[in-house]
């Protein structure tokens, strides 16, 4: 026994002296940095019996996206896969499909070049294979060529519901409603692949009781974690800590619309979900940002109309903050408030008057820049025809307990939203933009400029909730609009080319035909007359 | 002036371009009473009455003739009945249906003009493109009722041959 191990001992050491790699290392620093995504991870290395002299933990092959860094040597390209050997004490932190940074040693192998690897061990100063976490805004842009499919929104039906693909993996969810003269639209944006945050978008458009055709929309467009320093209740722009982005990539589901008669009245009621989703708090001046995850985030609607006004019931329930993935391990929610911030489009041939507490408002130009309302509306002149109600209660799940606050809003003016928030967003804006002015003939022939950016629109509002702390949220706020069921507006709808084909060619045989007997019947003679 | 008399009449059937040429006037307009009473036997009498003769002289001449041409039948009771269906020169243009006569371009004006129907429905929006589309179509129609009018107004009929008789007689 023991002379087995004197053997095993001298071979370990015959072998150390004679591989060259075994040699005792010298500090070196690194010259080779590359982004890409961790294709595979080979841990079979550990326990080697040179494990004394070189310890390879794993083997990890990276895509290249991006080199950085690279020496005169470095061969690999875009796209190539590379080799990293990886010789700390611990496993790697990444995993397969990761987005991963590498920092470390180019090590050539001129013989075999496969073999070559990026060395990210202790003695190579610095080096490092870091997770990248993934952007809160990283769709990709807005491709020139438009590849949703608006023409599969079913205009002609009552309701429908559906999906609409936007490139190979971003999507939008839609619901229609098509009754009494007026049609509502909601787009959801979600995706299986990218970390979209979550932006929603409800339209709605109508005849007014004069005849004048509207169309009147909403966005979600930011949520702000603000925390409120002097106590005056309103979230002033210095006060507002972090942008809170929830990303749709895990978990969507939805609620299809469905029709429910309640007495005499028709509900049209809908909902999408985002289960367990991952958020970001991402501070307002740009020095960073944490990950946190959201139990979920669902939207519900309920459309109905009685008489001549329609009602949009809306329901948010923004779920509880599980968990935040921070260094800094001050970071807290508590004492902080939440935000809304929303911003509205109005498309209509007249000219509109935005009313605030009674007064006529415009957030390009709002003096103070926040003004407390708990009630808005839209006049189309002297006429109103929108309303917006604030000030309802939301509910507050608190751990087991479930309290019941008053929730605010103020009229915002333009520059009370930072310019920090427009660039997470400005993608997914435009590319909402661009699905709108594809849809917008379908429900109306009004010329349309769809400026969805919360700098045009003339009236930014913010709903906010005083208390929340990361806790679970339920509020229910009502937009009500005043339609004249009678002026039901004509939806144009796109020339089906079949129908027109079919049309002309059958015409064309007609003709000829027509044609054919004119000549026929030119030739017949009147009948020879006889004398009775 | 030209006199179809009975000494012309051939004992066998007529060929259709035969008759086209043989038929007409008065002659025509007994054929044309008996097509639209095919399934009733009809009298002398009654010929002369419904078609305004002078005399049933006049009315048995003109049977006669059509019974000349193969075209009517007399039975043991002497009464006529048709015996063969023609559709020569402005009877080609007409369907018998019973008792009705109608020129056969009104079913065609009638299709056209549905199917045209149809389209316009079929678009919620009337562009340019769309009429352009729907021209040919447009076209055929009115064209079908055209010759629909055209032909009624060639129905034999009294009125007609009066009037054609009168105008020869001016000049």
């Not at chain 1, 070049?113 to 003695?123: G, L």
């Not at chain 1, 429908?160 to 049609?183: E, K």
């Not at chain 1, 507490?357 to 926040?370: M, R």
Request: charged share 15%.
């Amino acid at each position: 026994m023991k002379q087995q191990l004197y053997v095993s001992v001298l071979t370990c050491l015959l072998l150390a002296f004679l591989v060259p790699g075994a040699k005792t290392q010298s500090f070196q620093s690194p010259d080779t940095k590359i982004q890409g995504i961790v294709t595979e991870i080979r841990y079979n290395y550990e326990g080697a019996p040179l494990i004394s002299t070189y310890k390879l933990t794993a083997l990890i092959s990276v895509l290249i996206n991006e080199t950085i860094l690279k020496p005169e040597t470095f061969t690999r390209e875009r796209n190539q896969l590379v080799g990293v050997s990886y010789n700390y004490s611990g496993p790697p932190t990444c995993k397969v499909n990761d987005v991963v940074e590498v920092y470390g040693l180019w090590v050539p192998v001129t013989d075999v070049p496969a073999s070559s690897t990026i060395r990210v061990d202790d003695y190579v100063t610095g080096s490092y294979v870091d997770v990248v976490p993934p952007p809160p805004s990283s769709p990709p842009p807005p491709s020139e060529e438009n590849d949703l499919d608006i023409a599969s929104v079913d205009t002609q039906s009552e309701y429908s519901n559906g999906s609409i693909q936007y490139q190979f993996a971003m999507n939008l969810w839609y619901n229609w409603i098509n009754t009494q003269g007026t049609q509502v639209i909601f787009f959801a944006y979600y995706s299986e692949v990218y970390n979209s945050p979550i932006i929603t978008f409800i339209g709605q458009h109508y005849v007014t009781m004069d005849g004048t055709e509207v169309f009147i929309g909403n966005t979600l467009k930011l949520m702000e974690v603000y925390n409120d320093t002097n106590k005056n209740n309103v979230p002033e722009v210095n006060e507002i800590g972090y942008f809170f982005l929830v990303n749709s990539s895990v978990g969507f589901t939805v609620t299809p619309i469905q029709k429910i008669m309640l007495g005499e009245v028709a509900h049209y009621r809908w909902g999408v979900k985002y289960h367990i989703i991952d958020g970001f708090l991402i501070a307002e001046n740009g020095t960073g940002n944490v990950r946190v995850i959201v139990e979920h985030m669902a939207f519900s609607y309920d459309y109905y109309i009685q008489n001549n006004v329609s009602y949009l019931k809306t329901g948010f329930d923004i779920g509880e903050i599980v968990s935040i993935e921070s260094d800094e391990t001050y970071l807290t929610l508590e004492g902080l408030s939440l935000s809304l911030l929303y911003a509205t489009i109005t498309i209509t041939p007249k000219n509109y008057t935005v009313l605030v507490n009674g007064q006529p408002y415009n957030s390009a130009t709002a003096f103070p820049s926040l003004l407390a309302t708990n009630y808005s509306e839209i006049l189309l002149e002297n006429q109103k025809i929108y309303e917006f109600i604030f000030g309802e209660n939301y509910t507050l799940y608190k751990n087991s307990i479930v309290e019941s606050y008053k929730s605010f809003s103020v009229a915002s003016a333009i520059n009370t939203v930072s310019s920090n928030a427009r660039v997470p967003l400005s993608g997914l804006i435009e590319q909402l933009e661009n699905v709108l002015k594809d849809f917008f003939p379908k429900i109306s022939e009004m010329q349309a400029n769809i400026d969805l950016d919360y700098t045009a629109s003339p009236f930014v509002y913010r709903v906010y909730y005083p208390t929340w702390e990361g806790y679970r949220i339920k509020h229910d706020p009502t937009y009500i609009a005043y339609i004249n069921p009678q002026g039901i507006p004509k939806i144009p709808t796109s020339l089906p080319l079949e129908l027109l084909i079919t049309a002309t060619i059958i015409g064309l045989i007609a003709l000829i035909g027509a044609v054919w007997e004119l000549q026929k019947t030119k030739r017949l003679p009147r009948p020879p007359l006889a004398i009775s | 002036m030209c006199i179809v008399g009975l000494k012309n009449l051939p004992s066998e059937k007529l060929s259709e371009d035969k008759l086209f040429s043989e038929l007409g006037g008065n002659t025509l307009l007994v054929y044309w009473y008996f097509l639209t009473r095919r399934r009733n036997p009809i009298g002398v009498r009654e010929v002369q009455r419904a078609l305004h003769f002078s005399s049933s002289s006049t009315a048995d001449y003109h049977l006669k003739k059509l019974i000349g041409f193969g075209l009517i039948d007399k039975d043991s009771f002497g009464n006529y009945k048709v015996k063969r269906v023609v559709k020569v020169g402005i009877i080609s243009a007409f369907l018998f249906v019973g008792r009705f006569v109608f020129p056969k371009h009104l079913v065609y004006s009638i299709l056209t003009s549905a199917m045209i129907l149809f389209f316009l429905l079929s678009f919620t929006e009337i562009s340019l493109i769309i009429l352009v589309a729907l021209l040919p179509g447009i076209l055929a129609a009115v064209i079908f009722w055209y010759e629909t009018l055209t032909v009624w107004k060639r129905k034999p009929s009294r009125i007609t041959i009066s009037k054609n008789s009168n105008k020869r007689s001016k000049v």
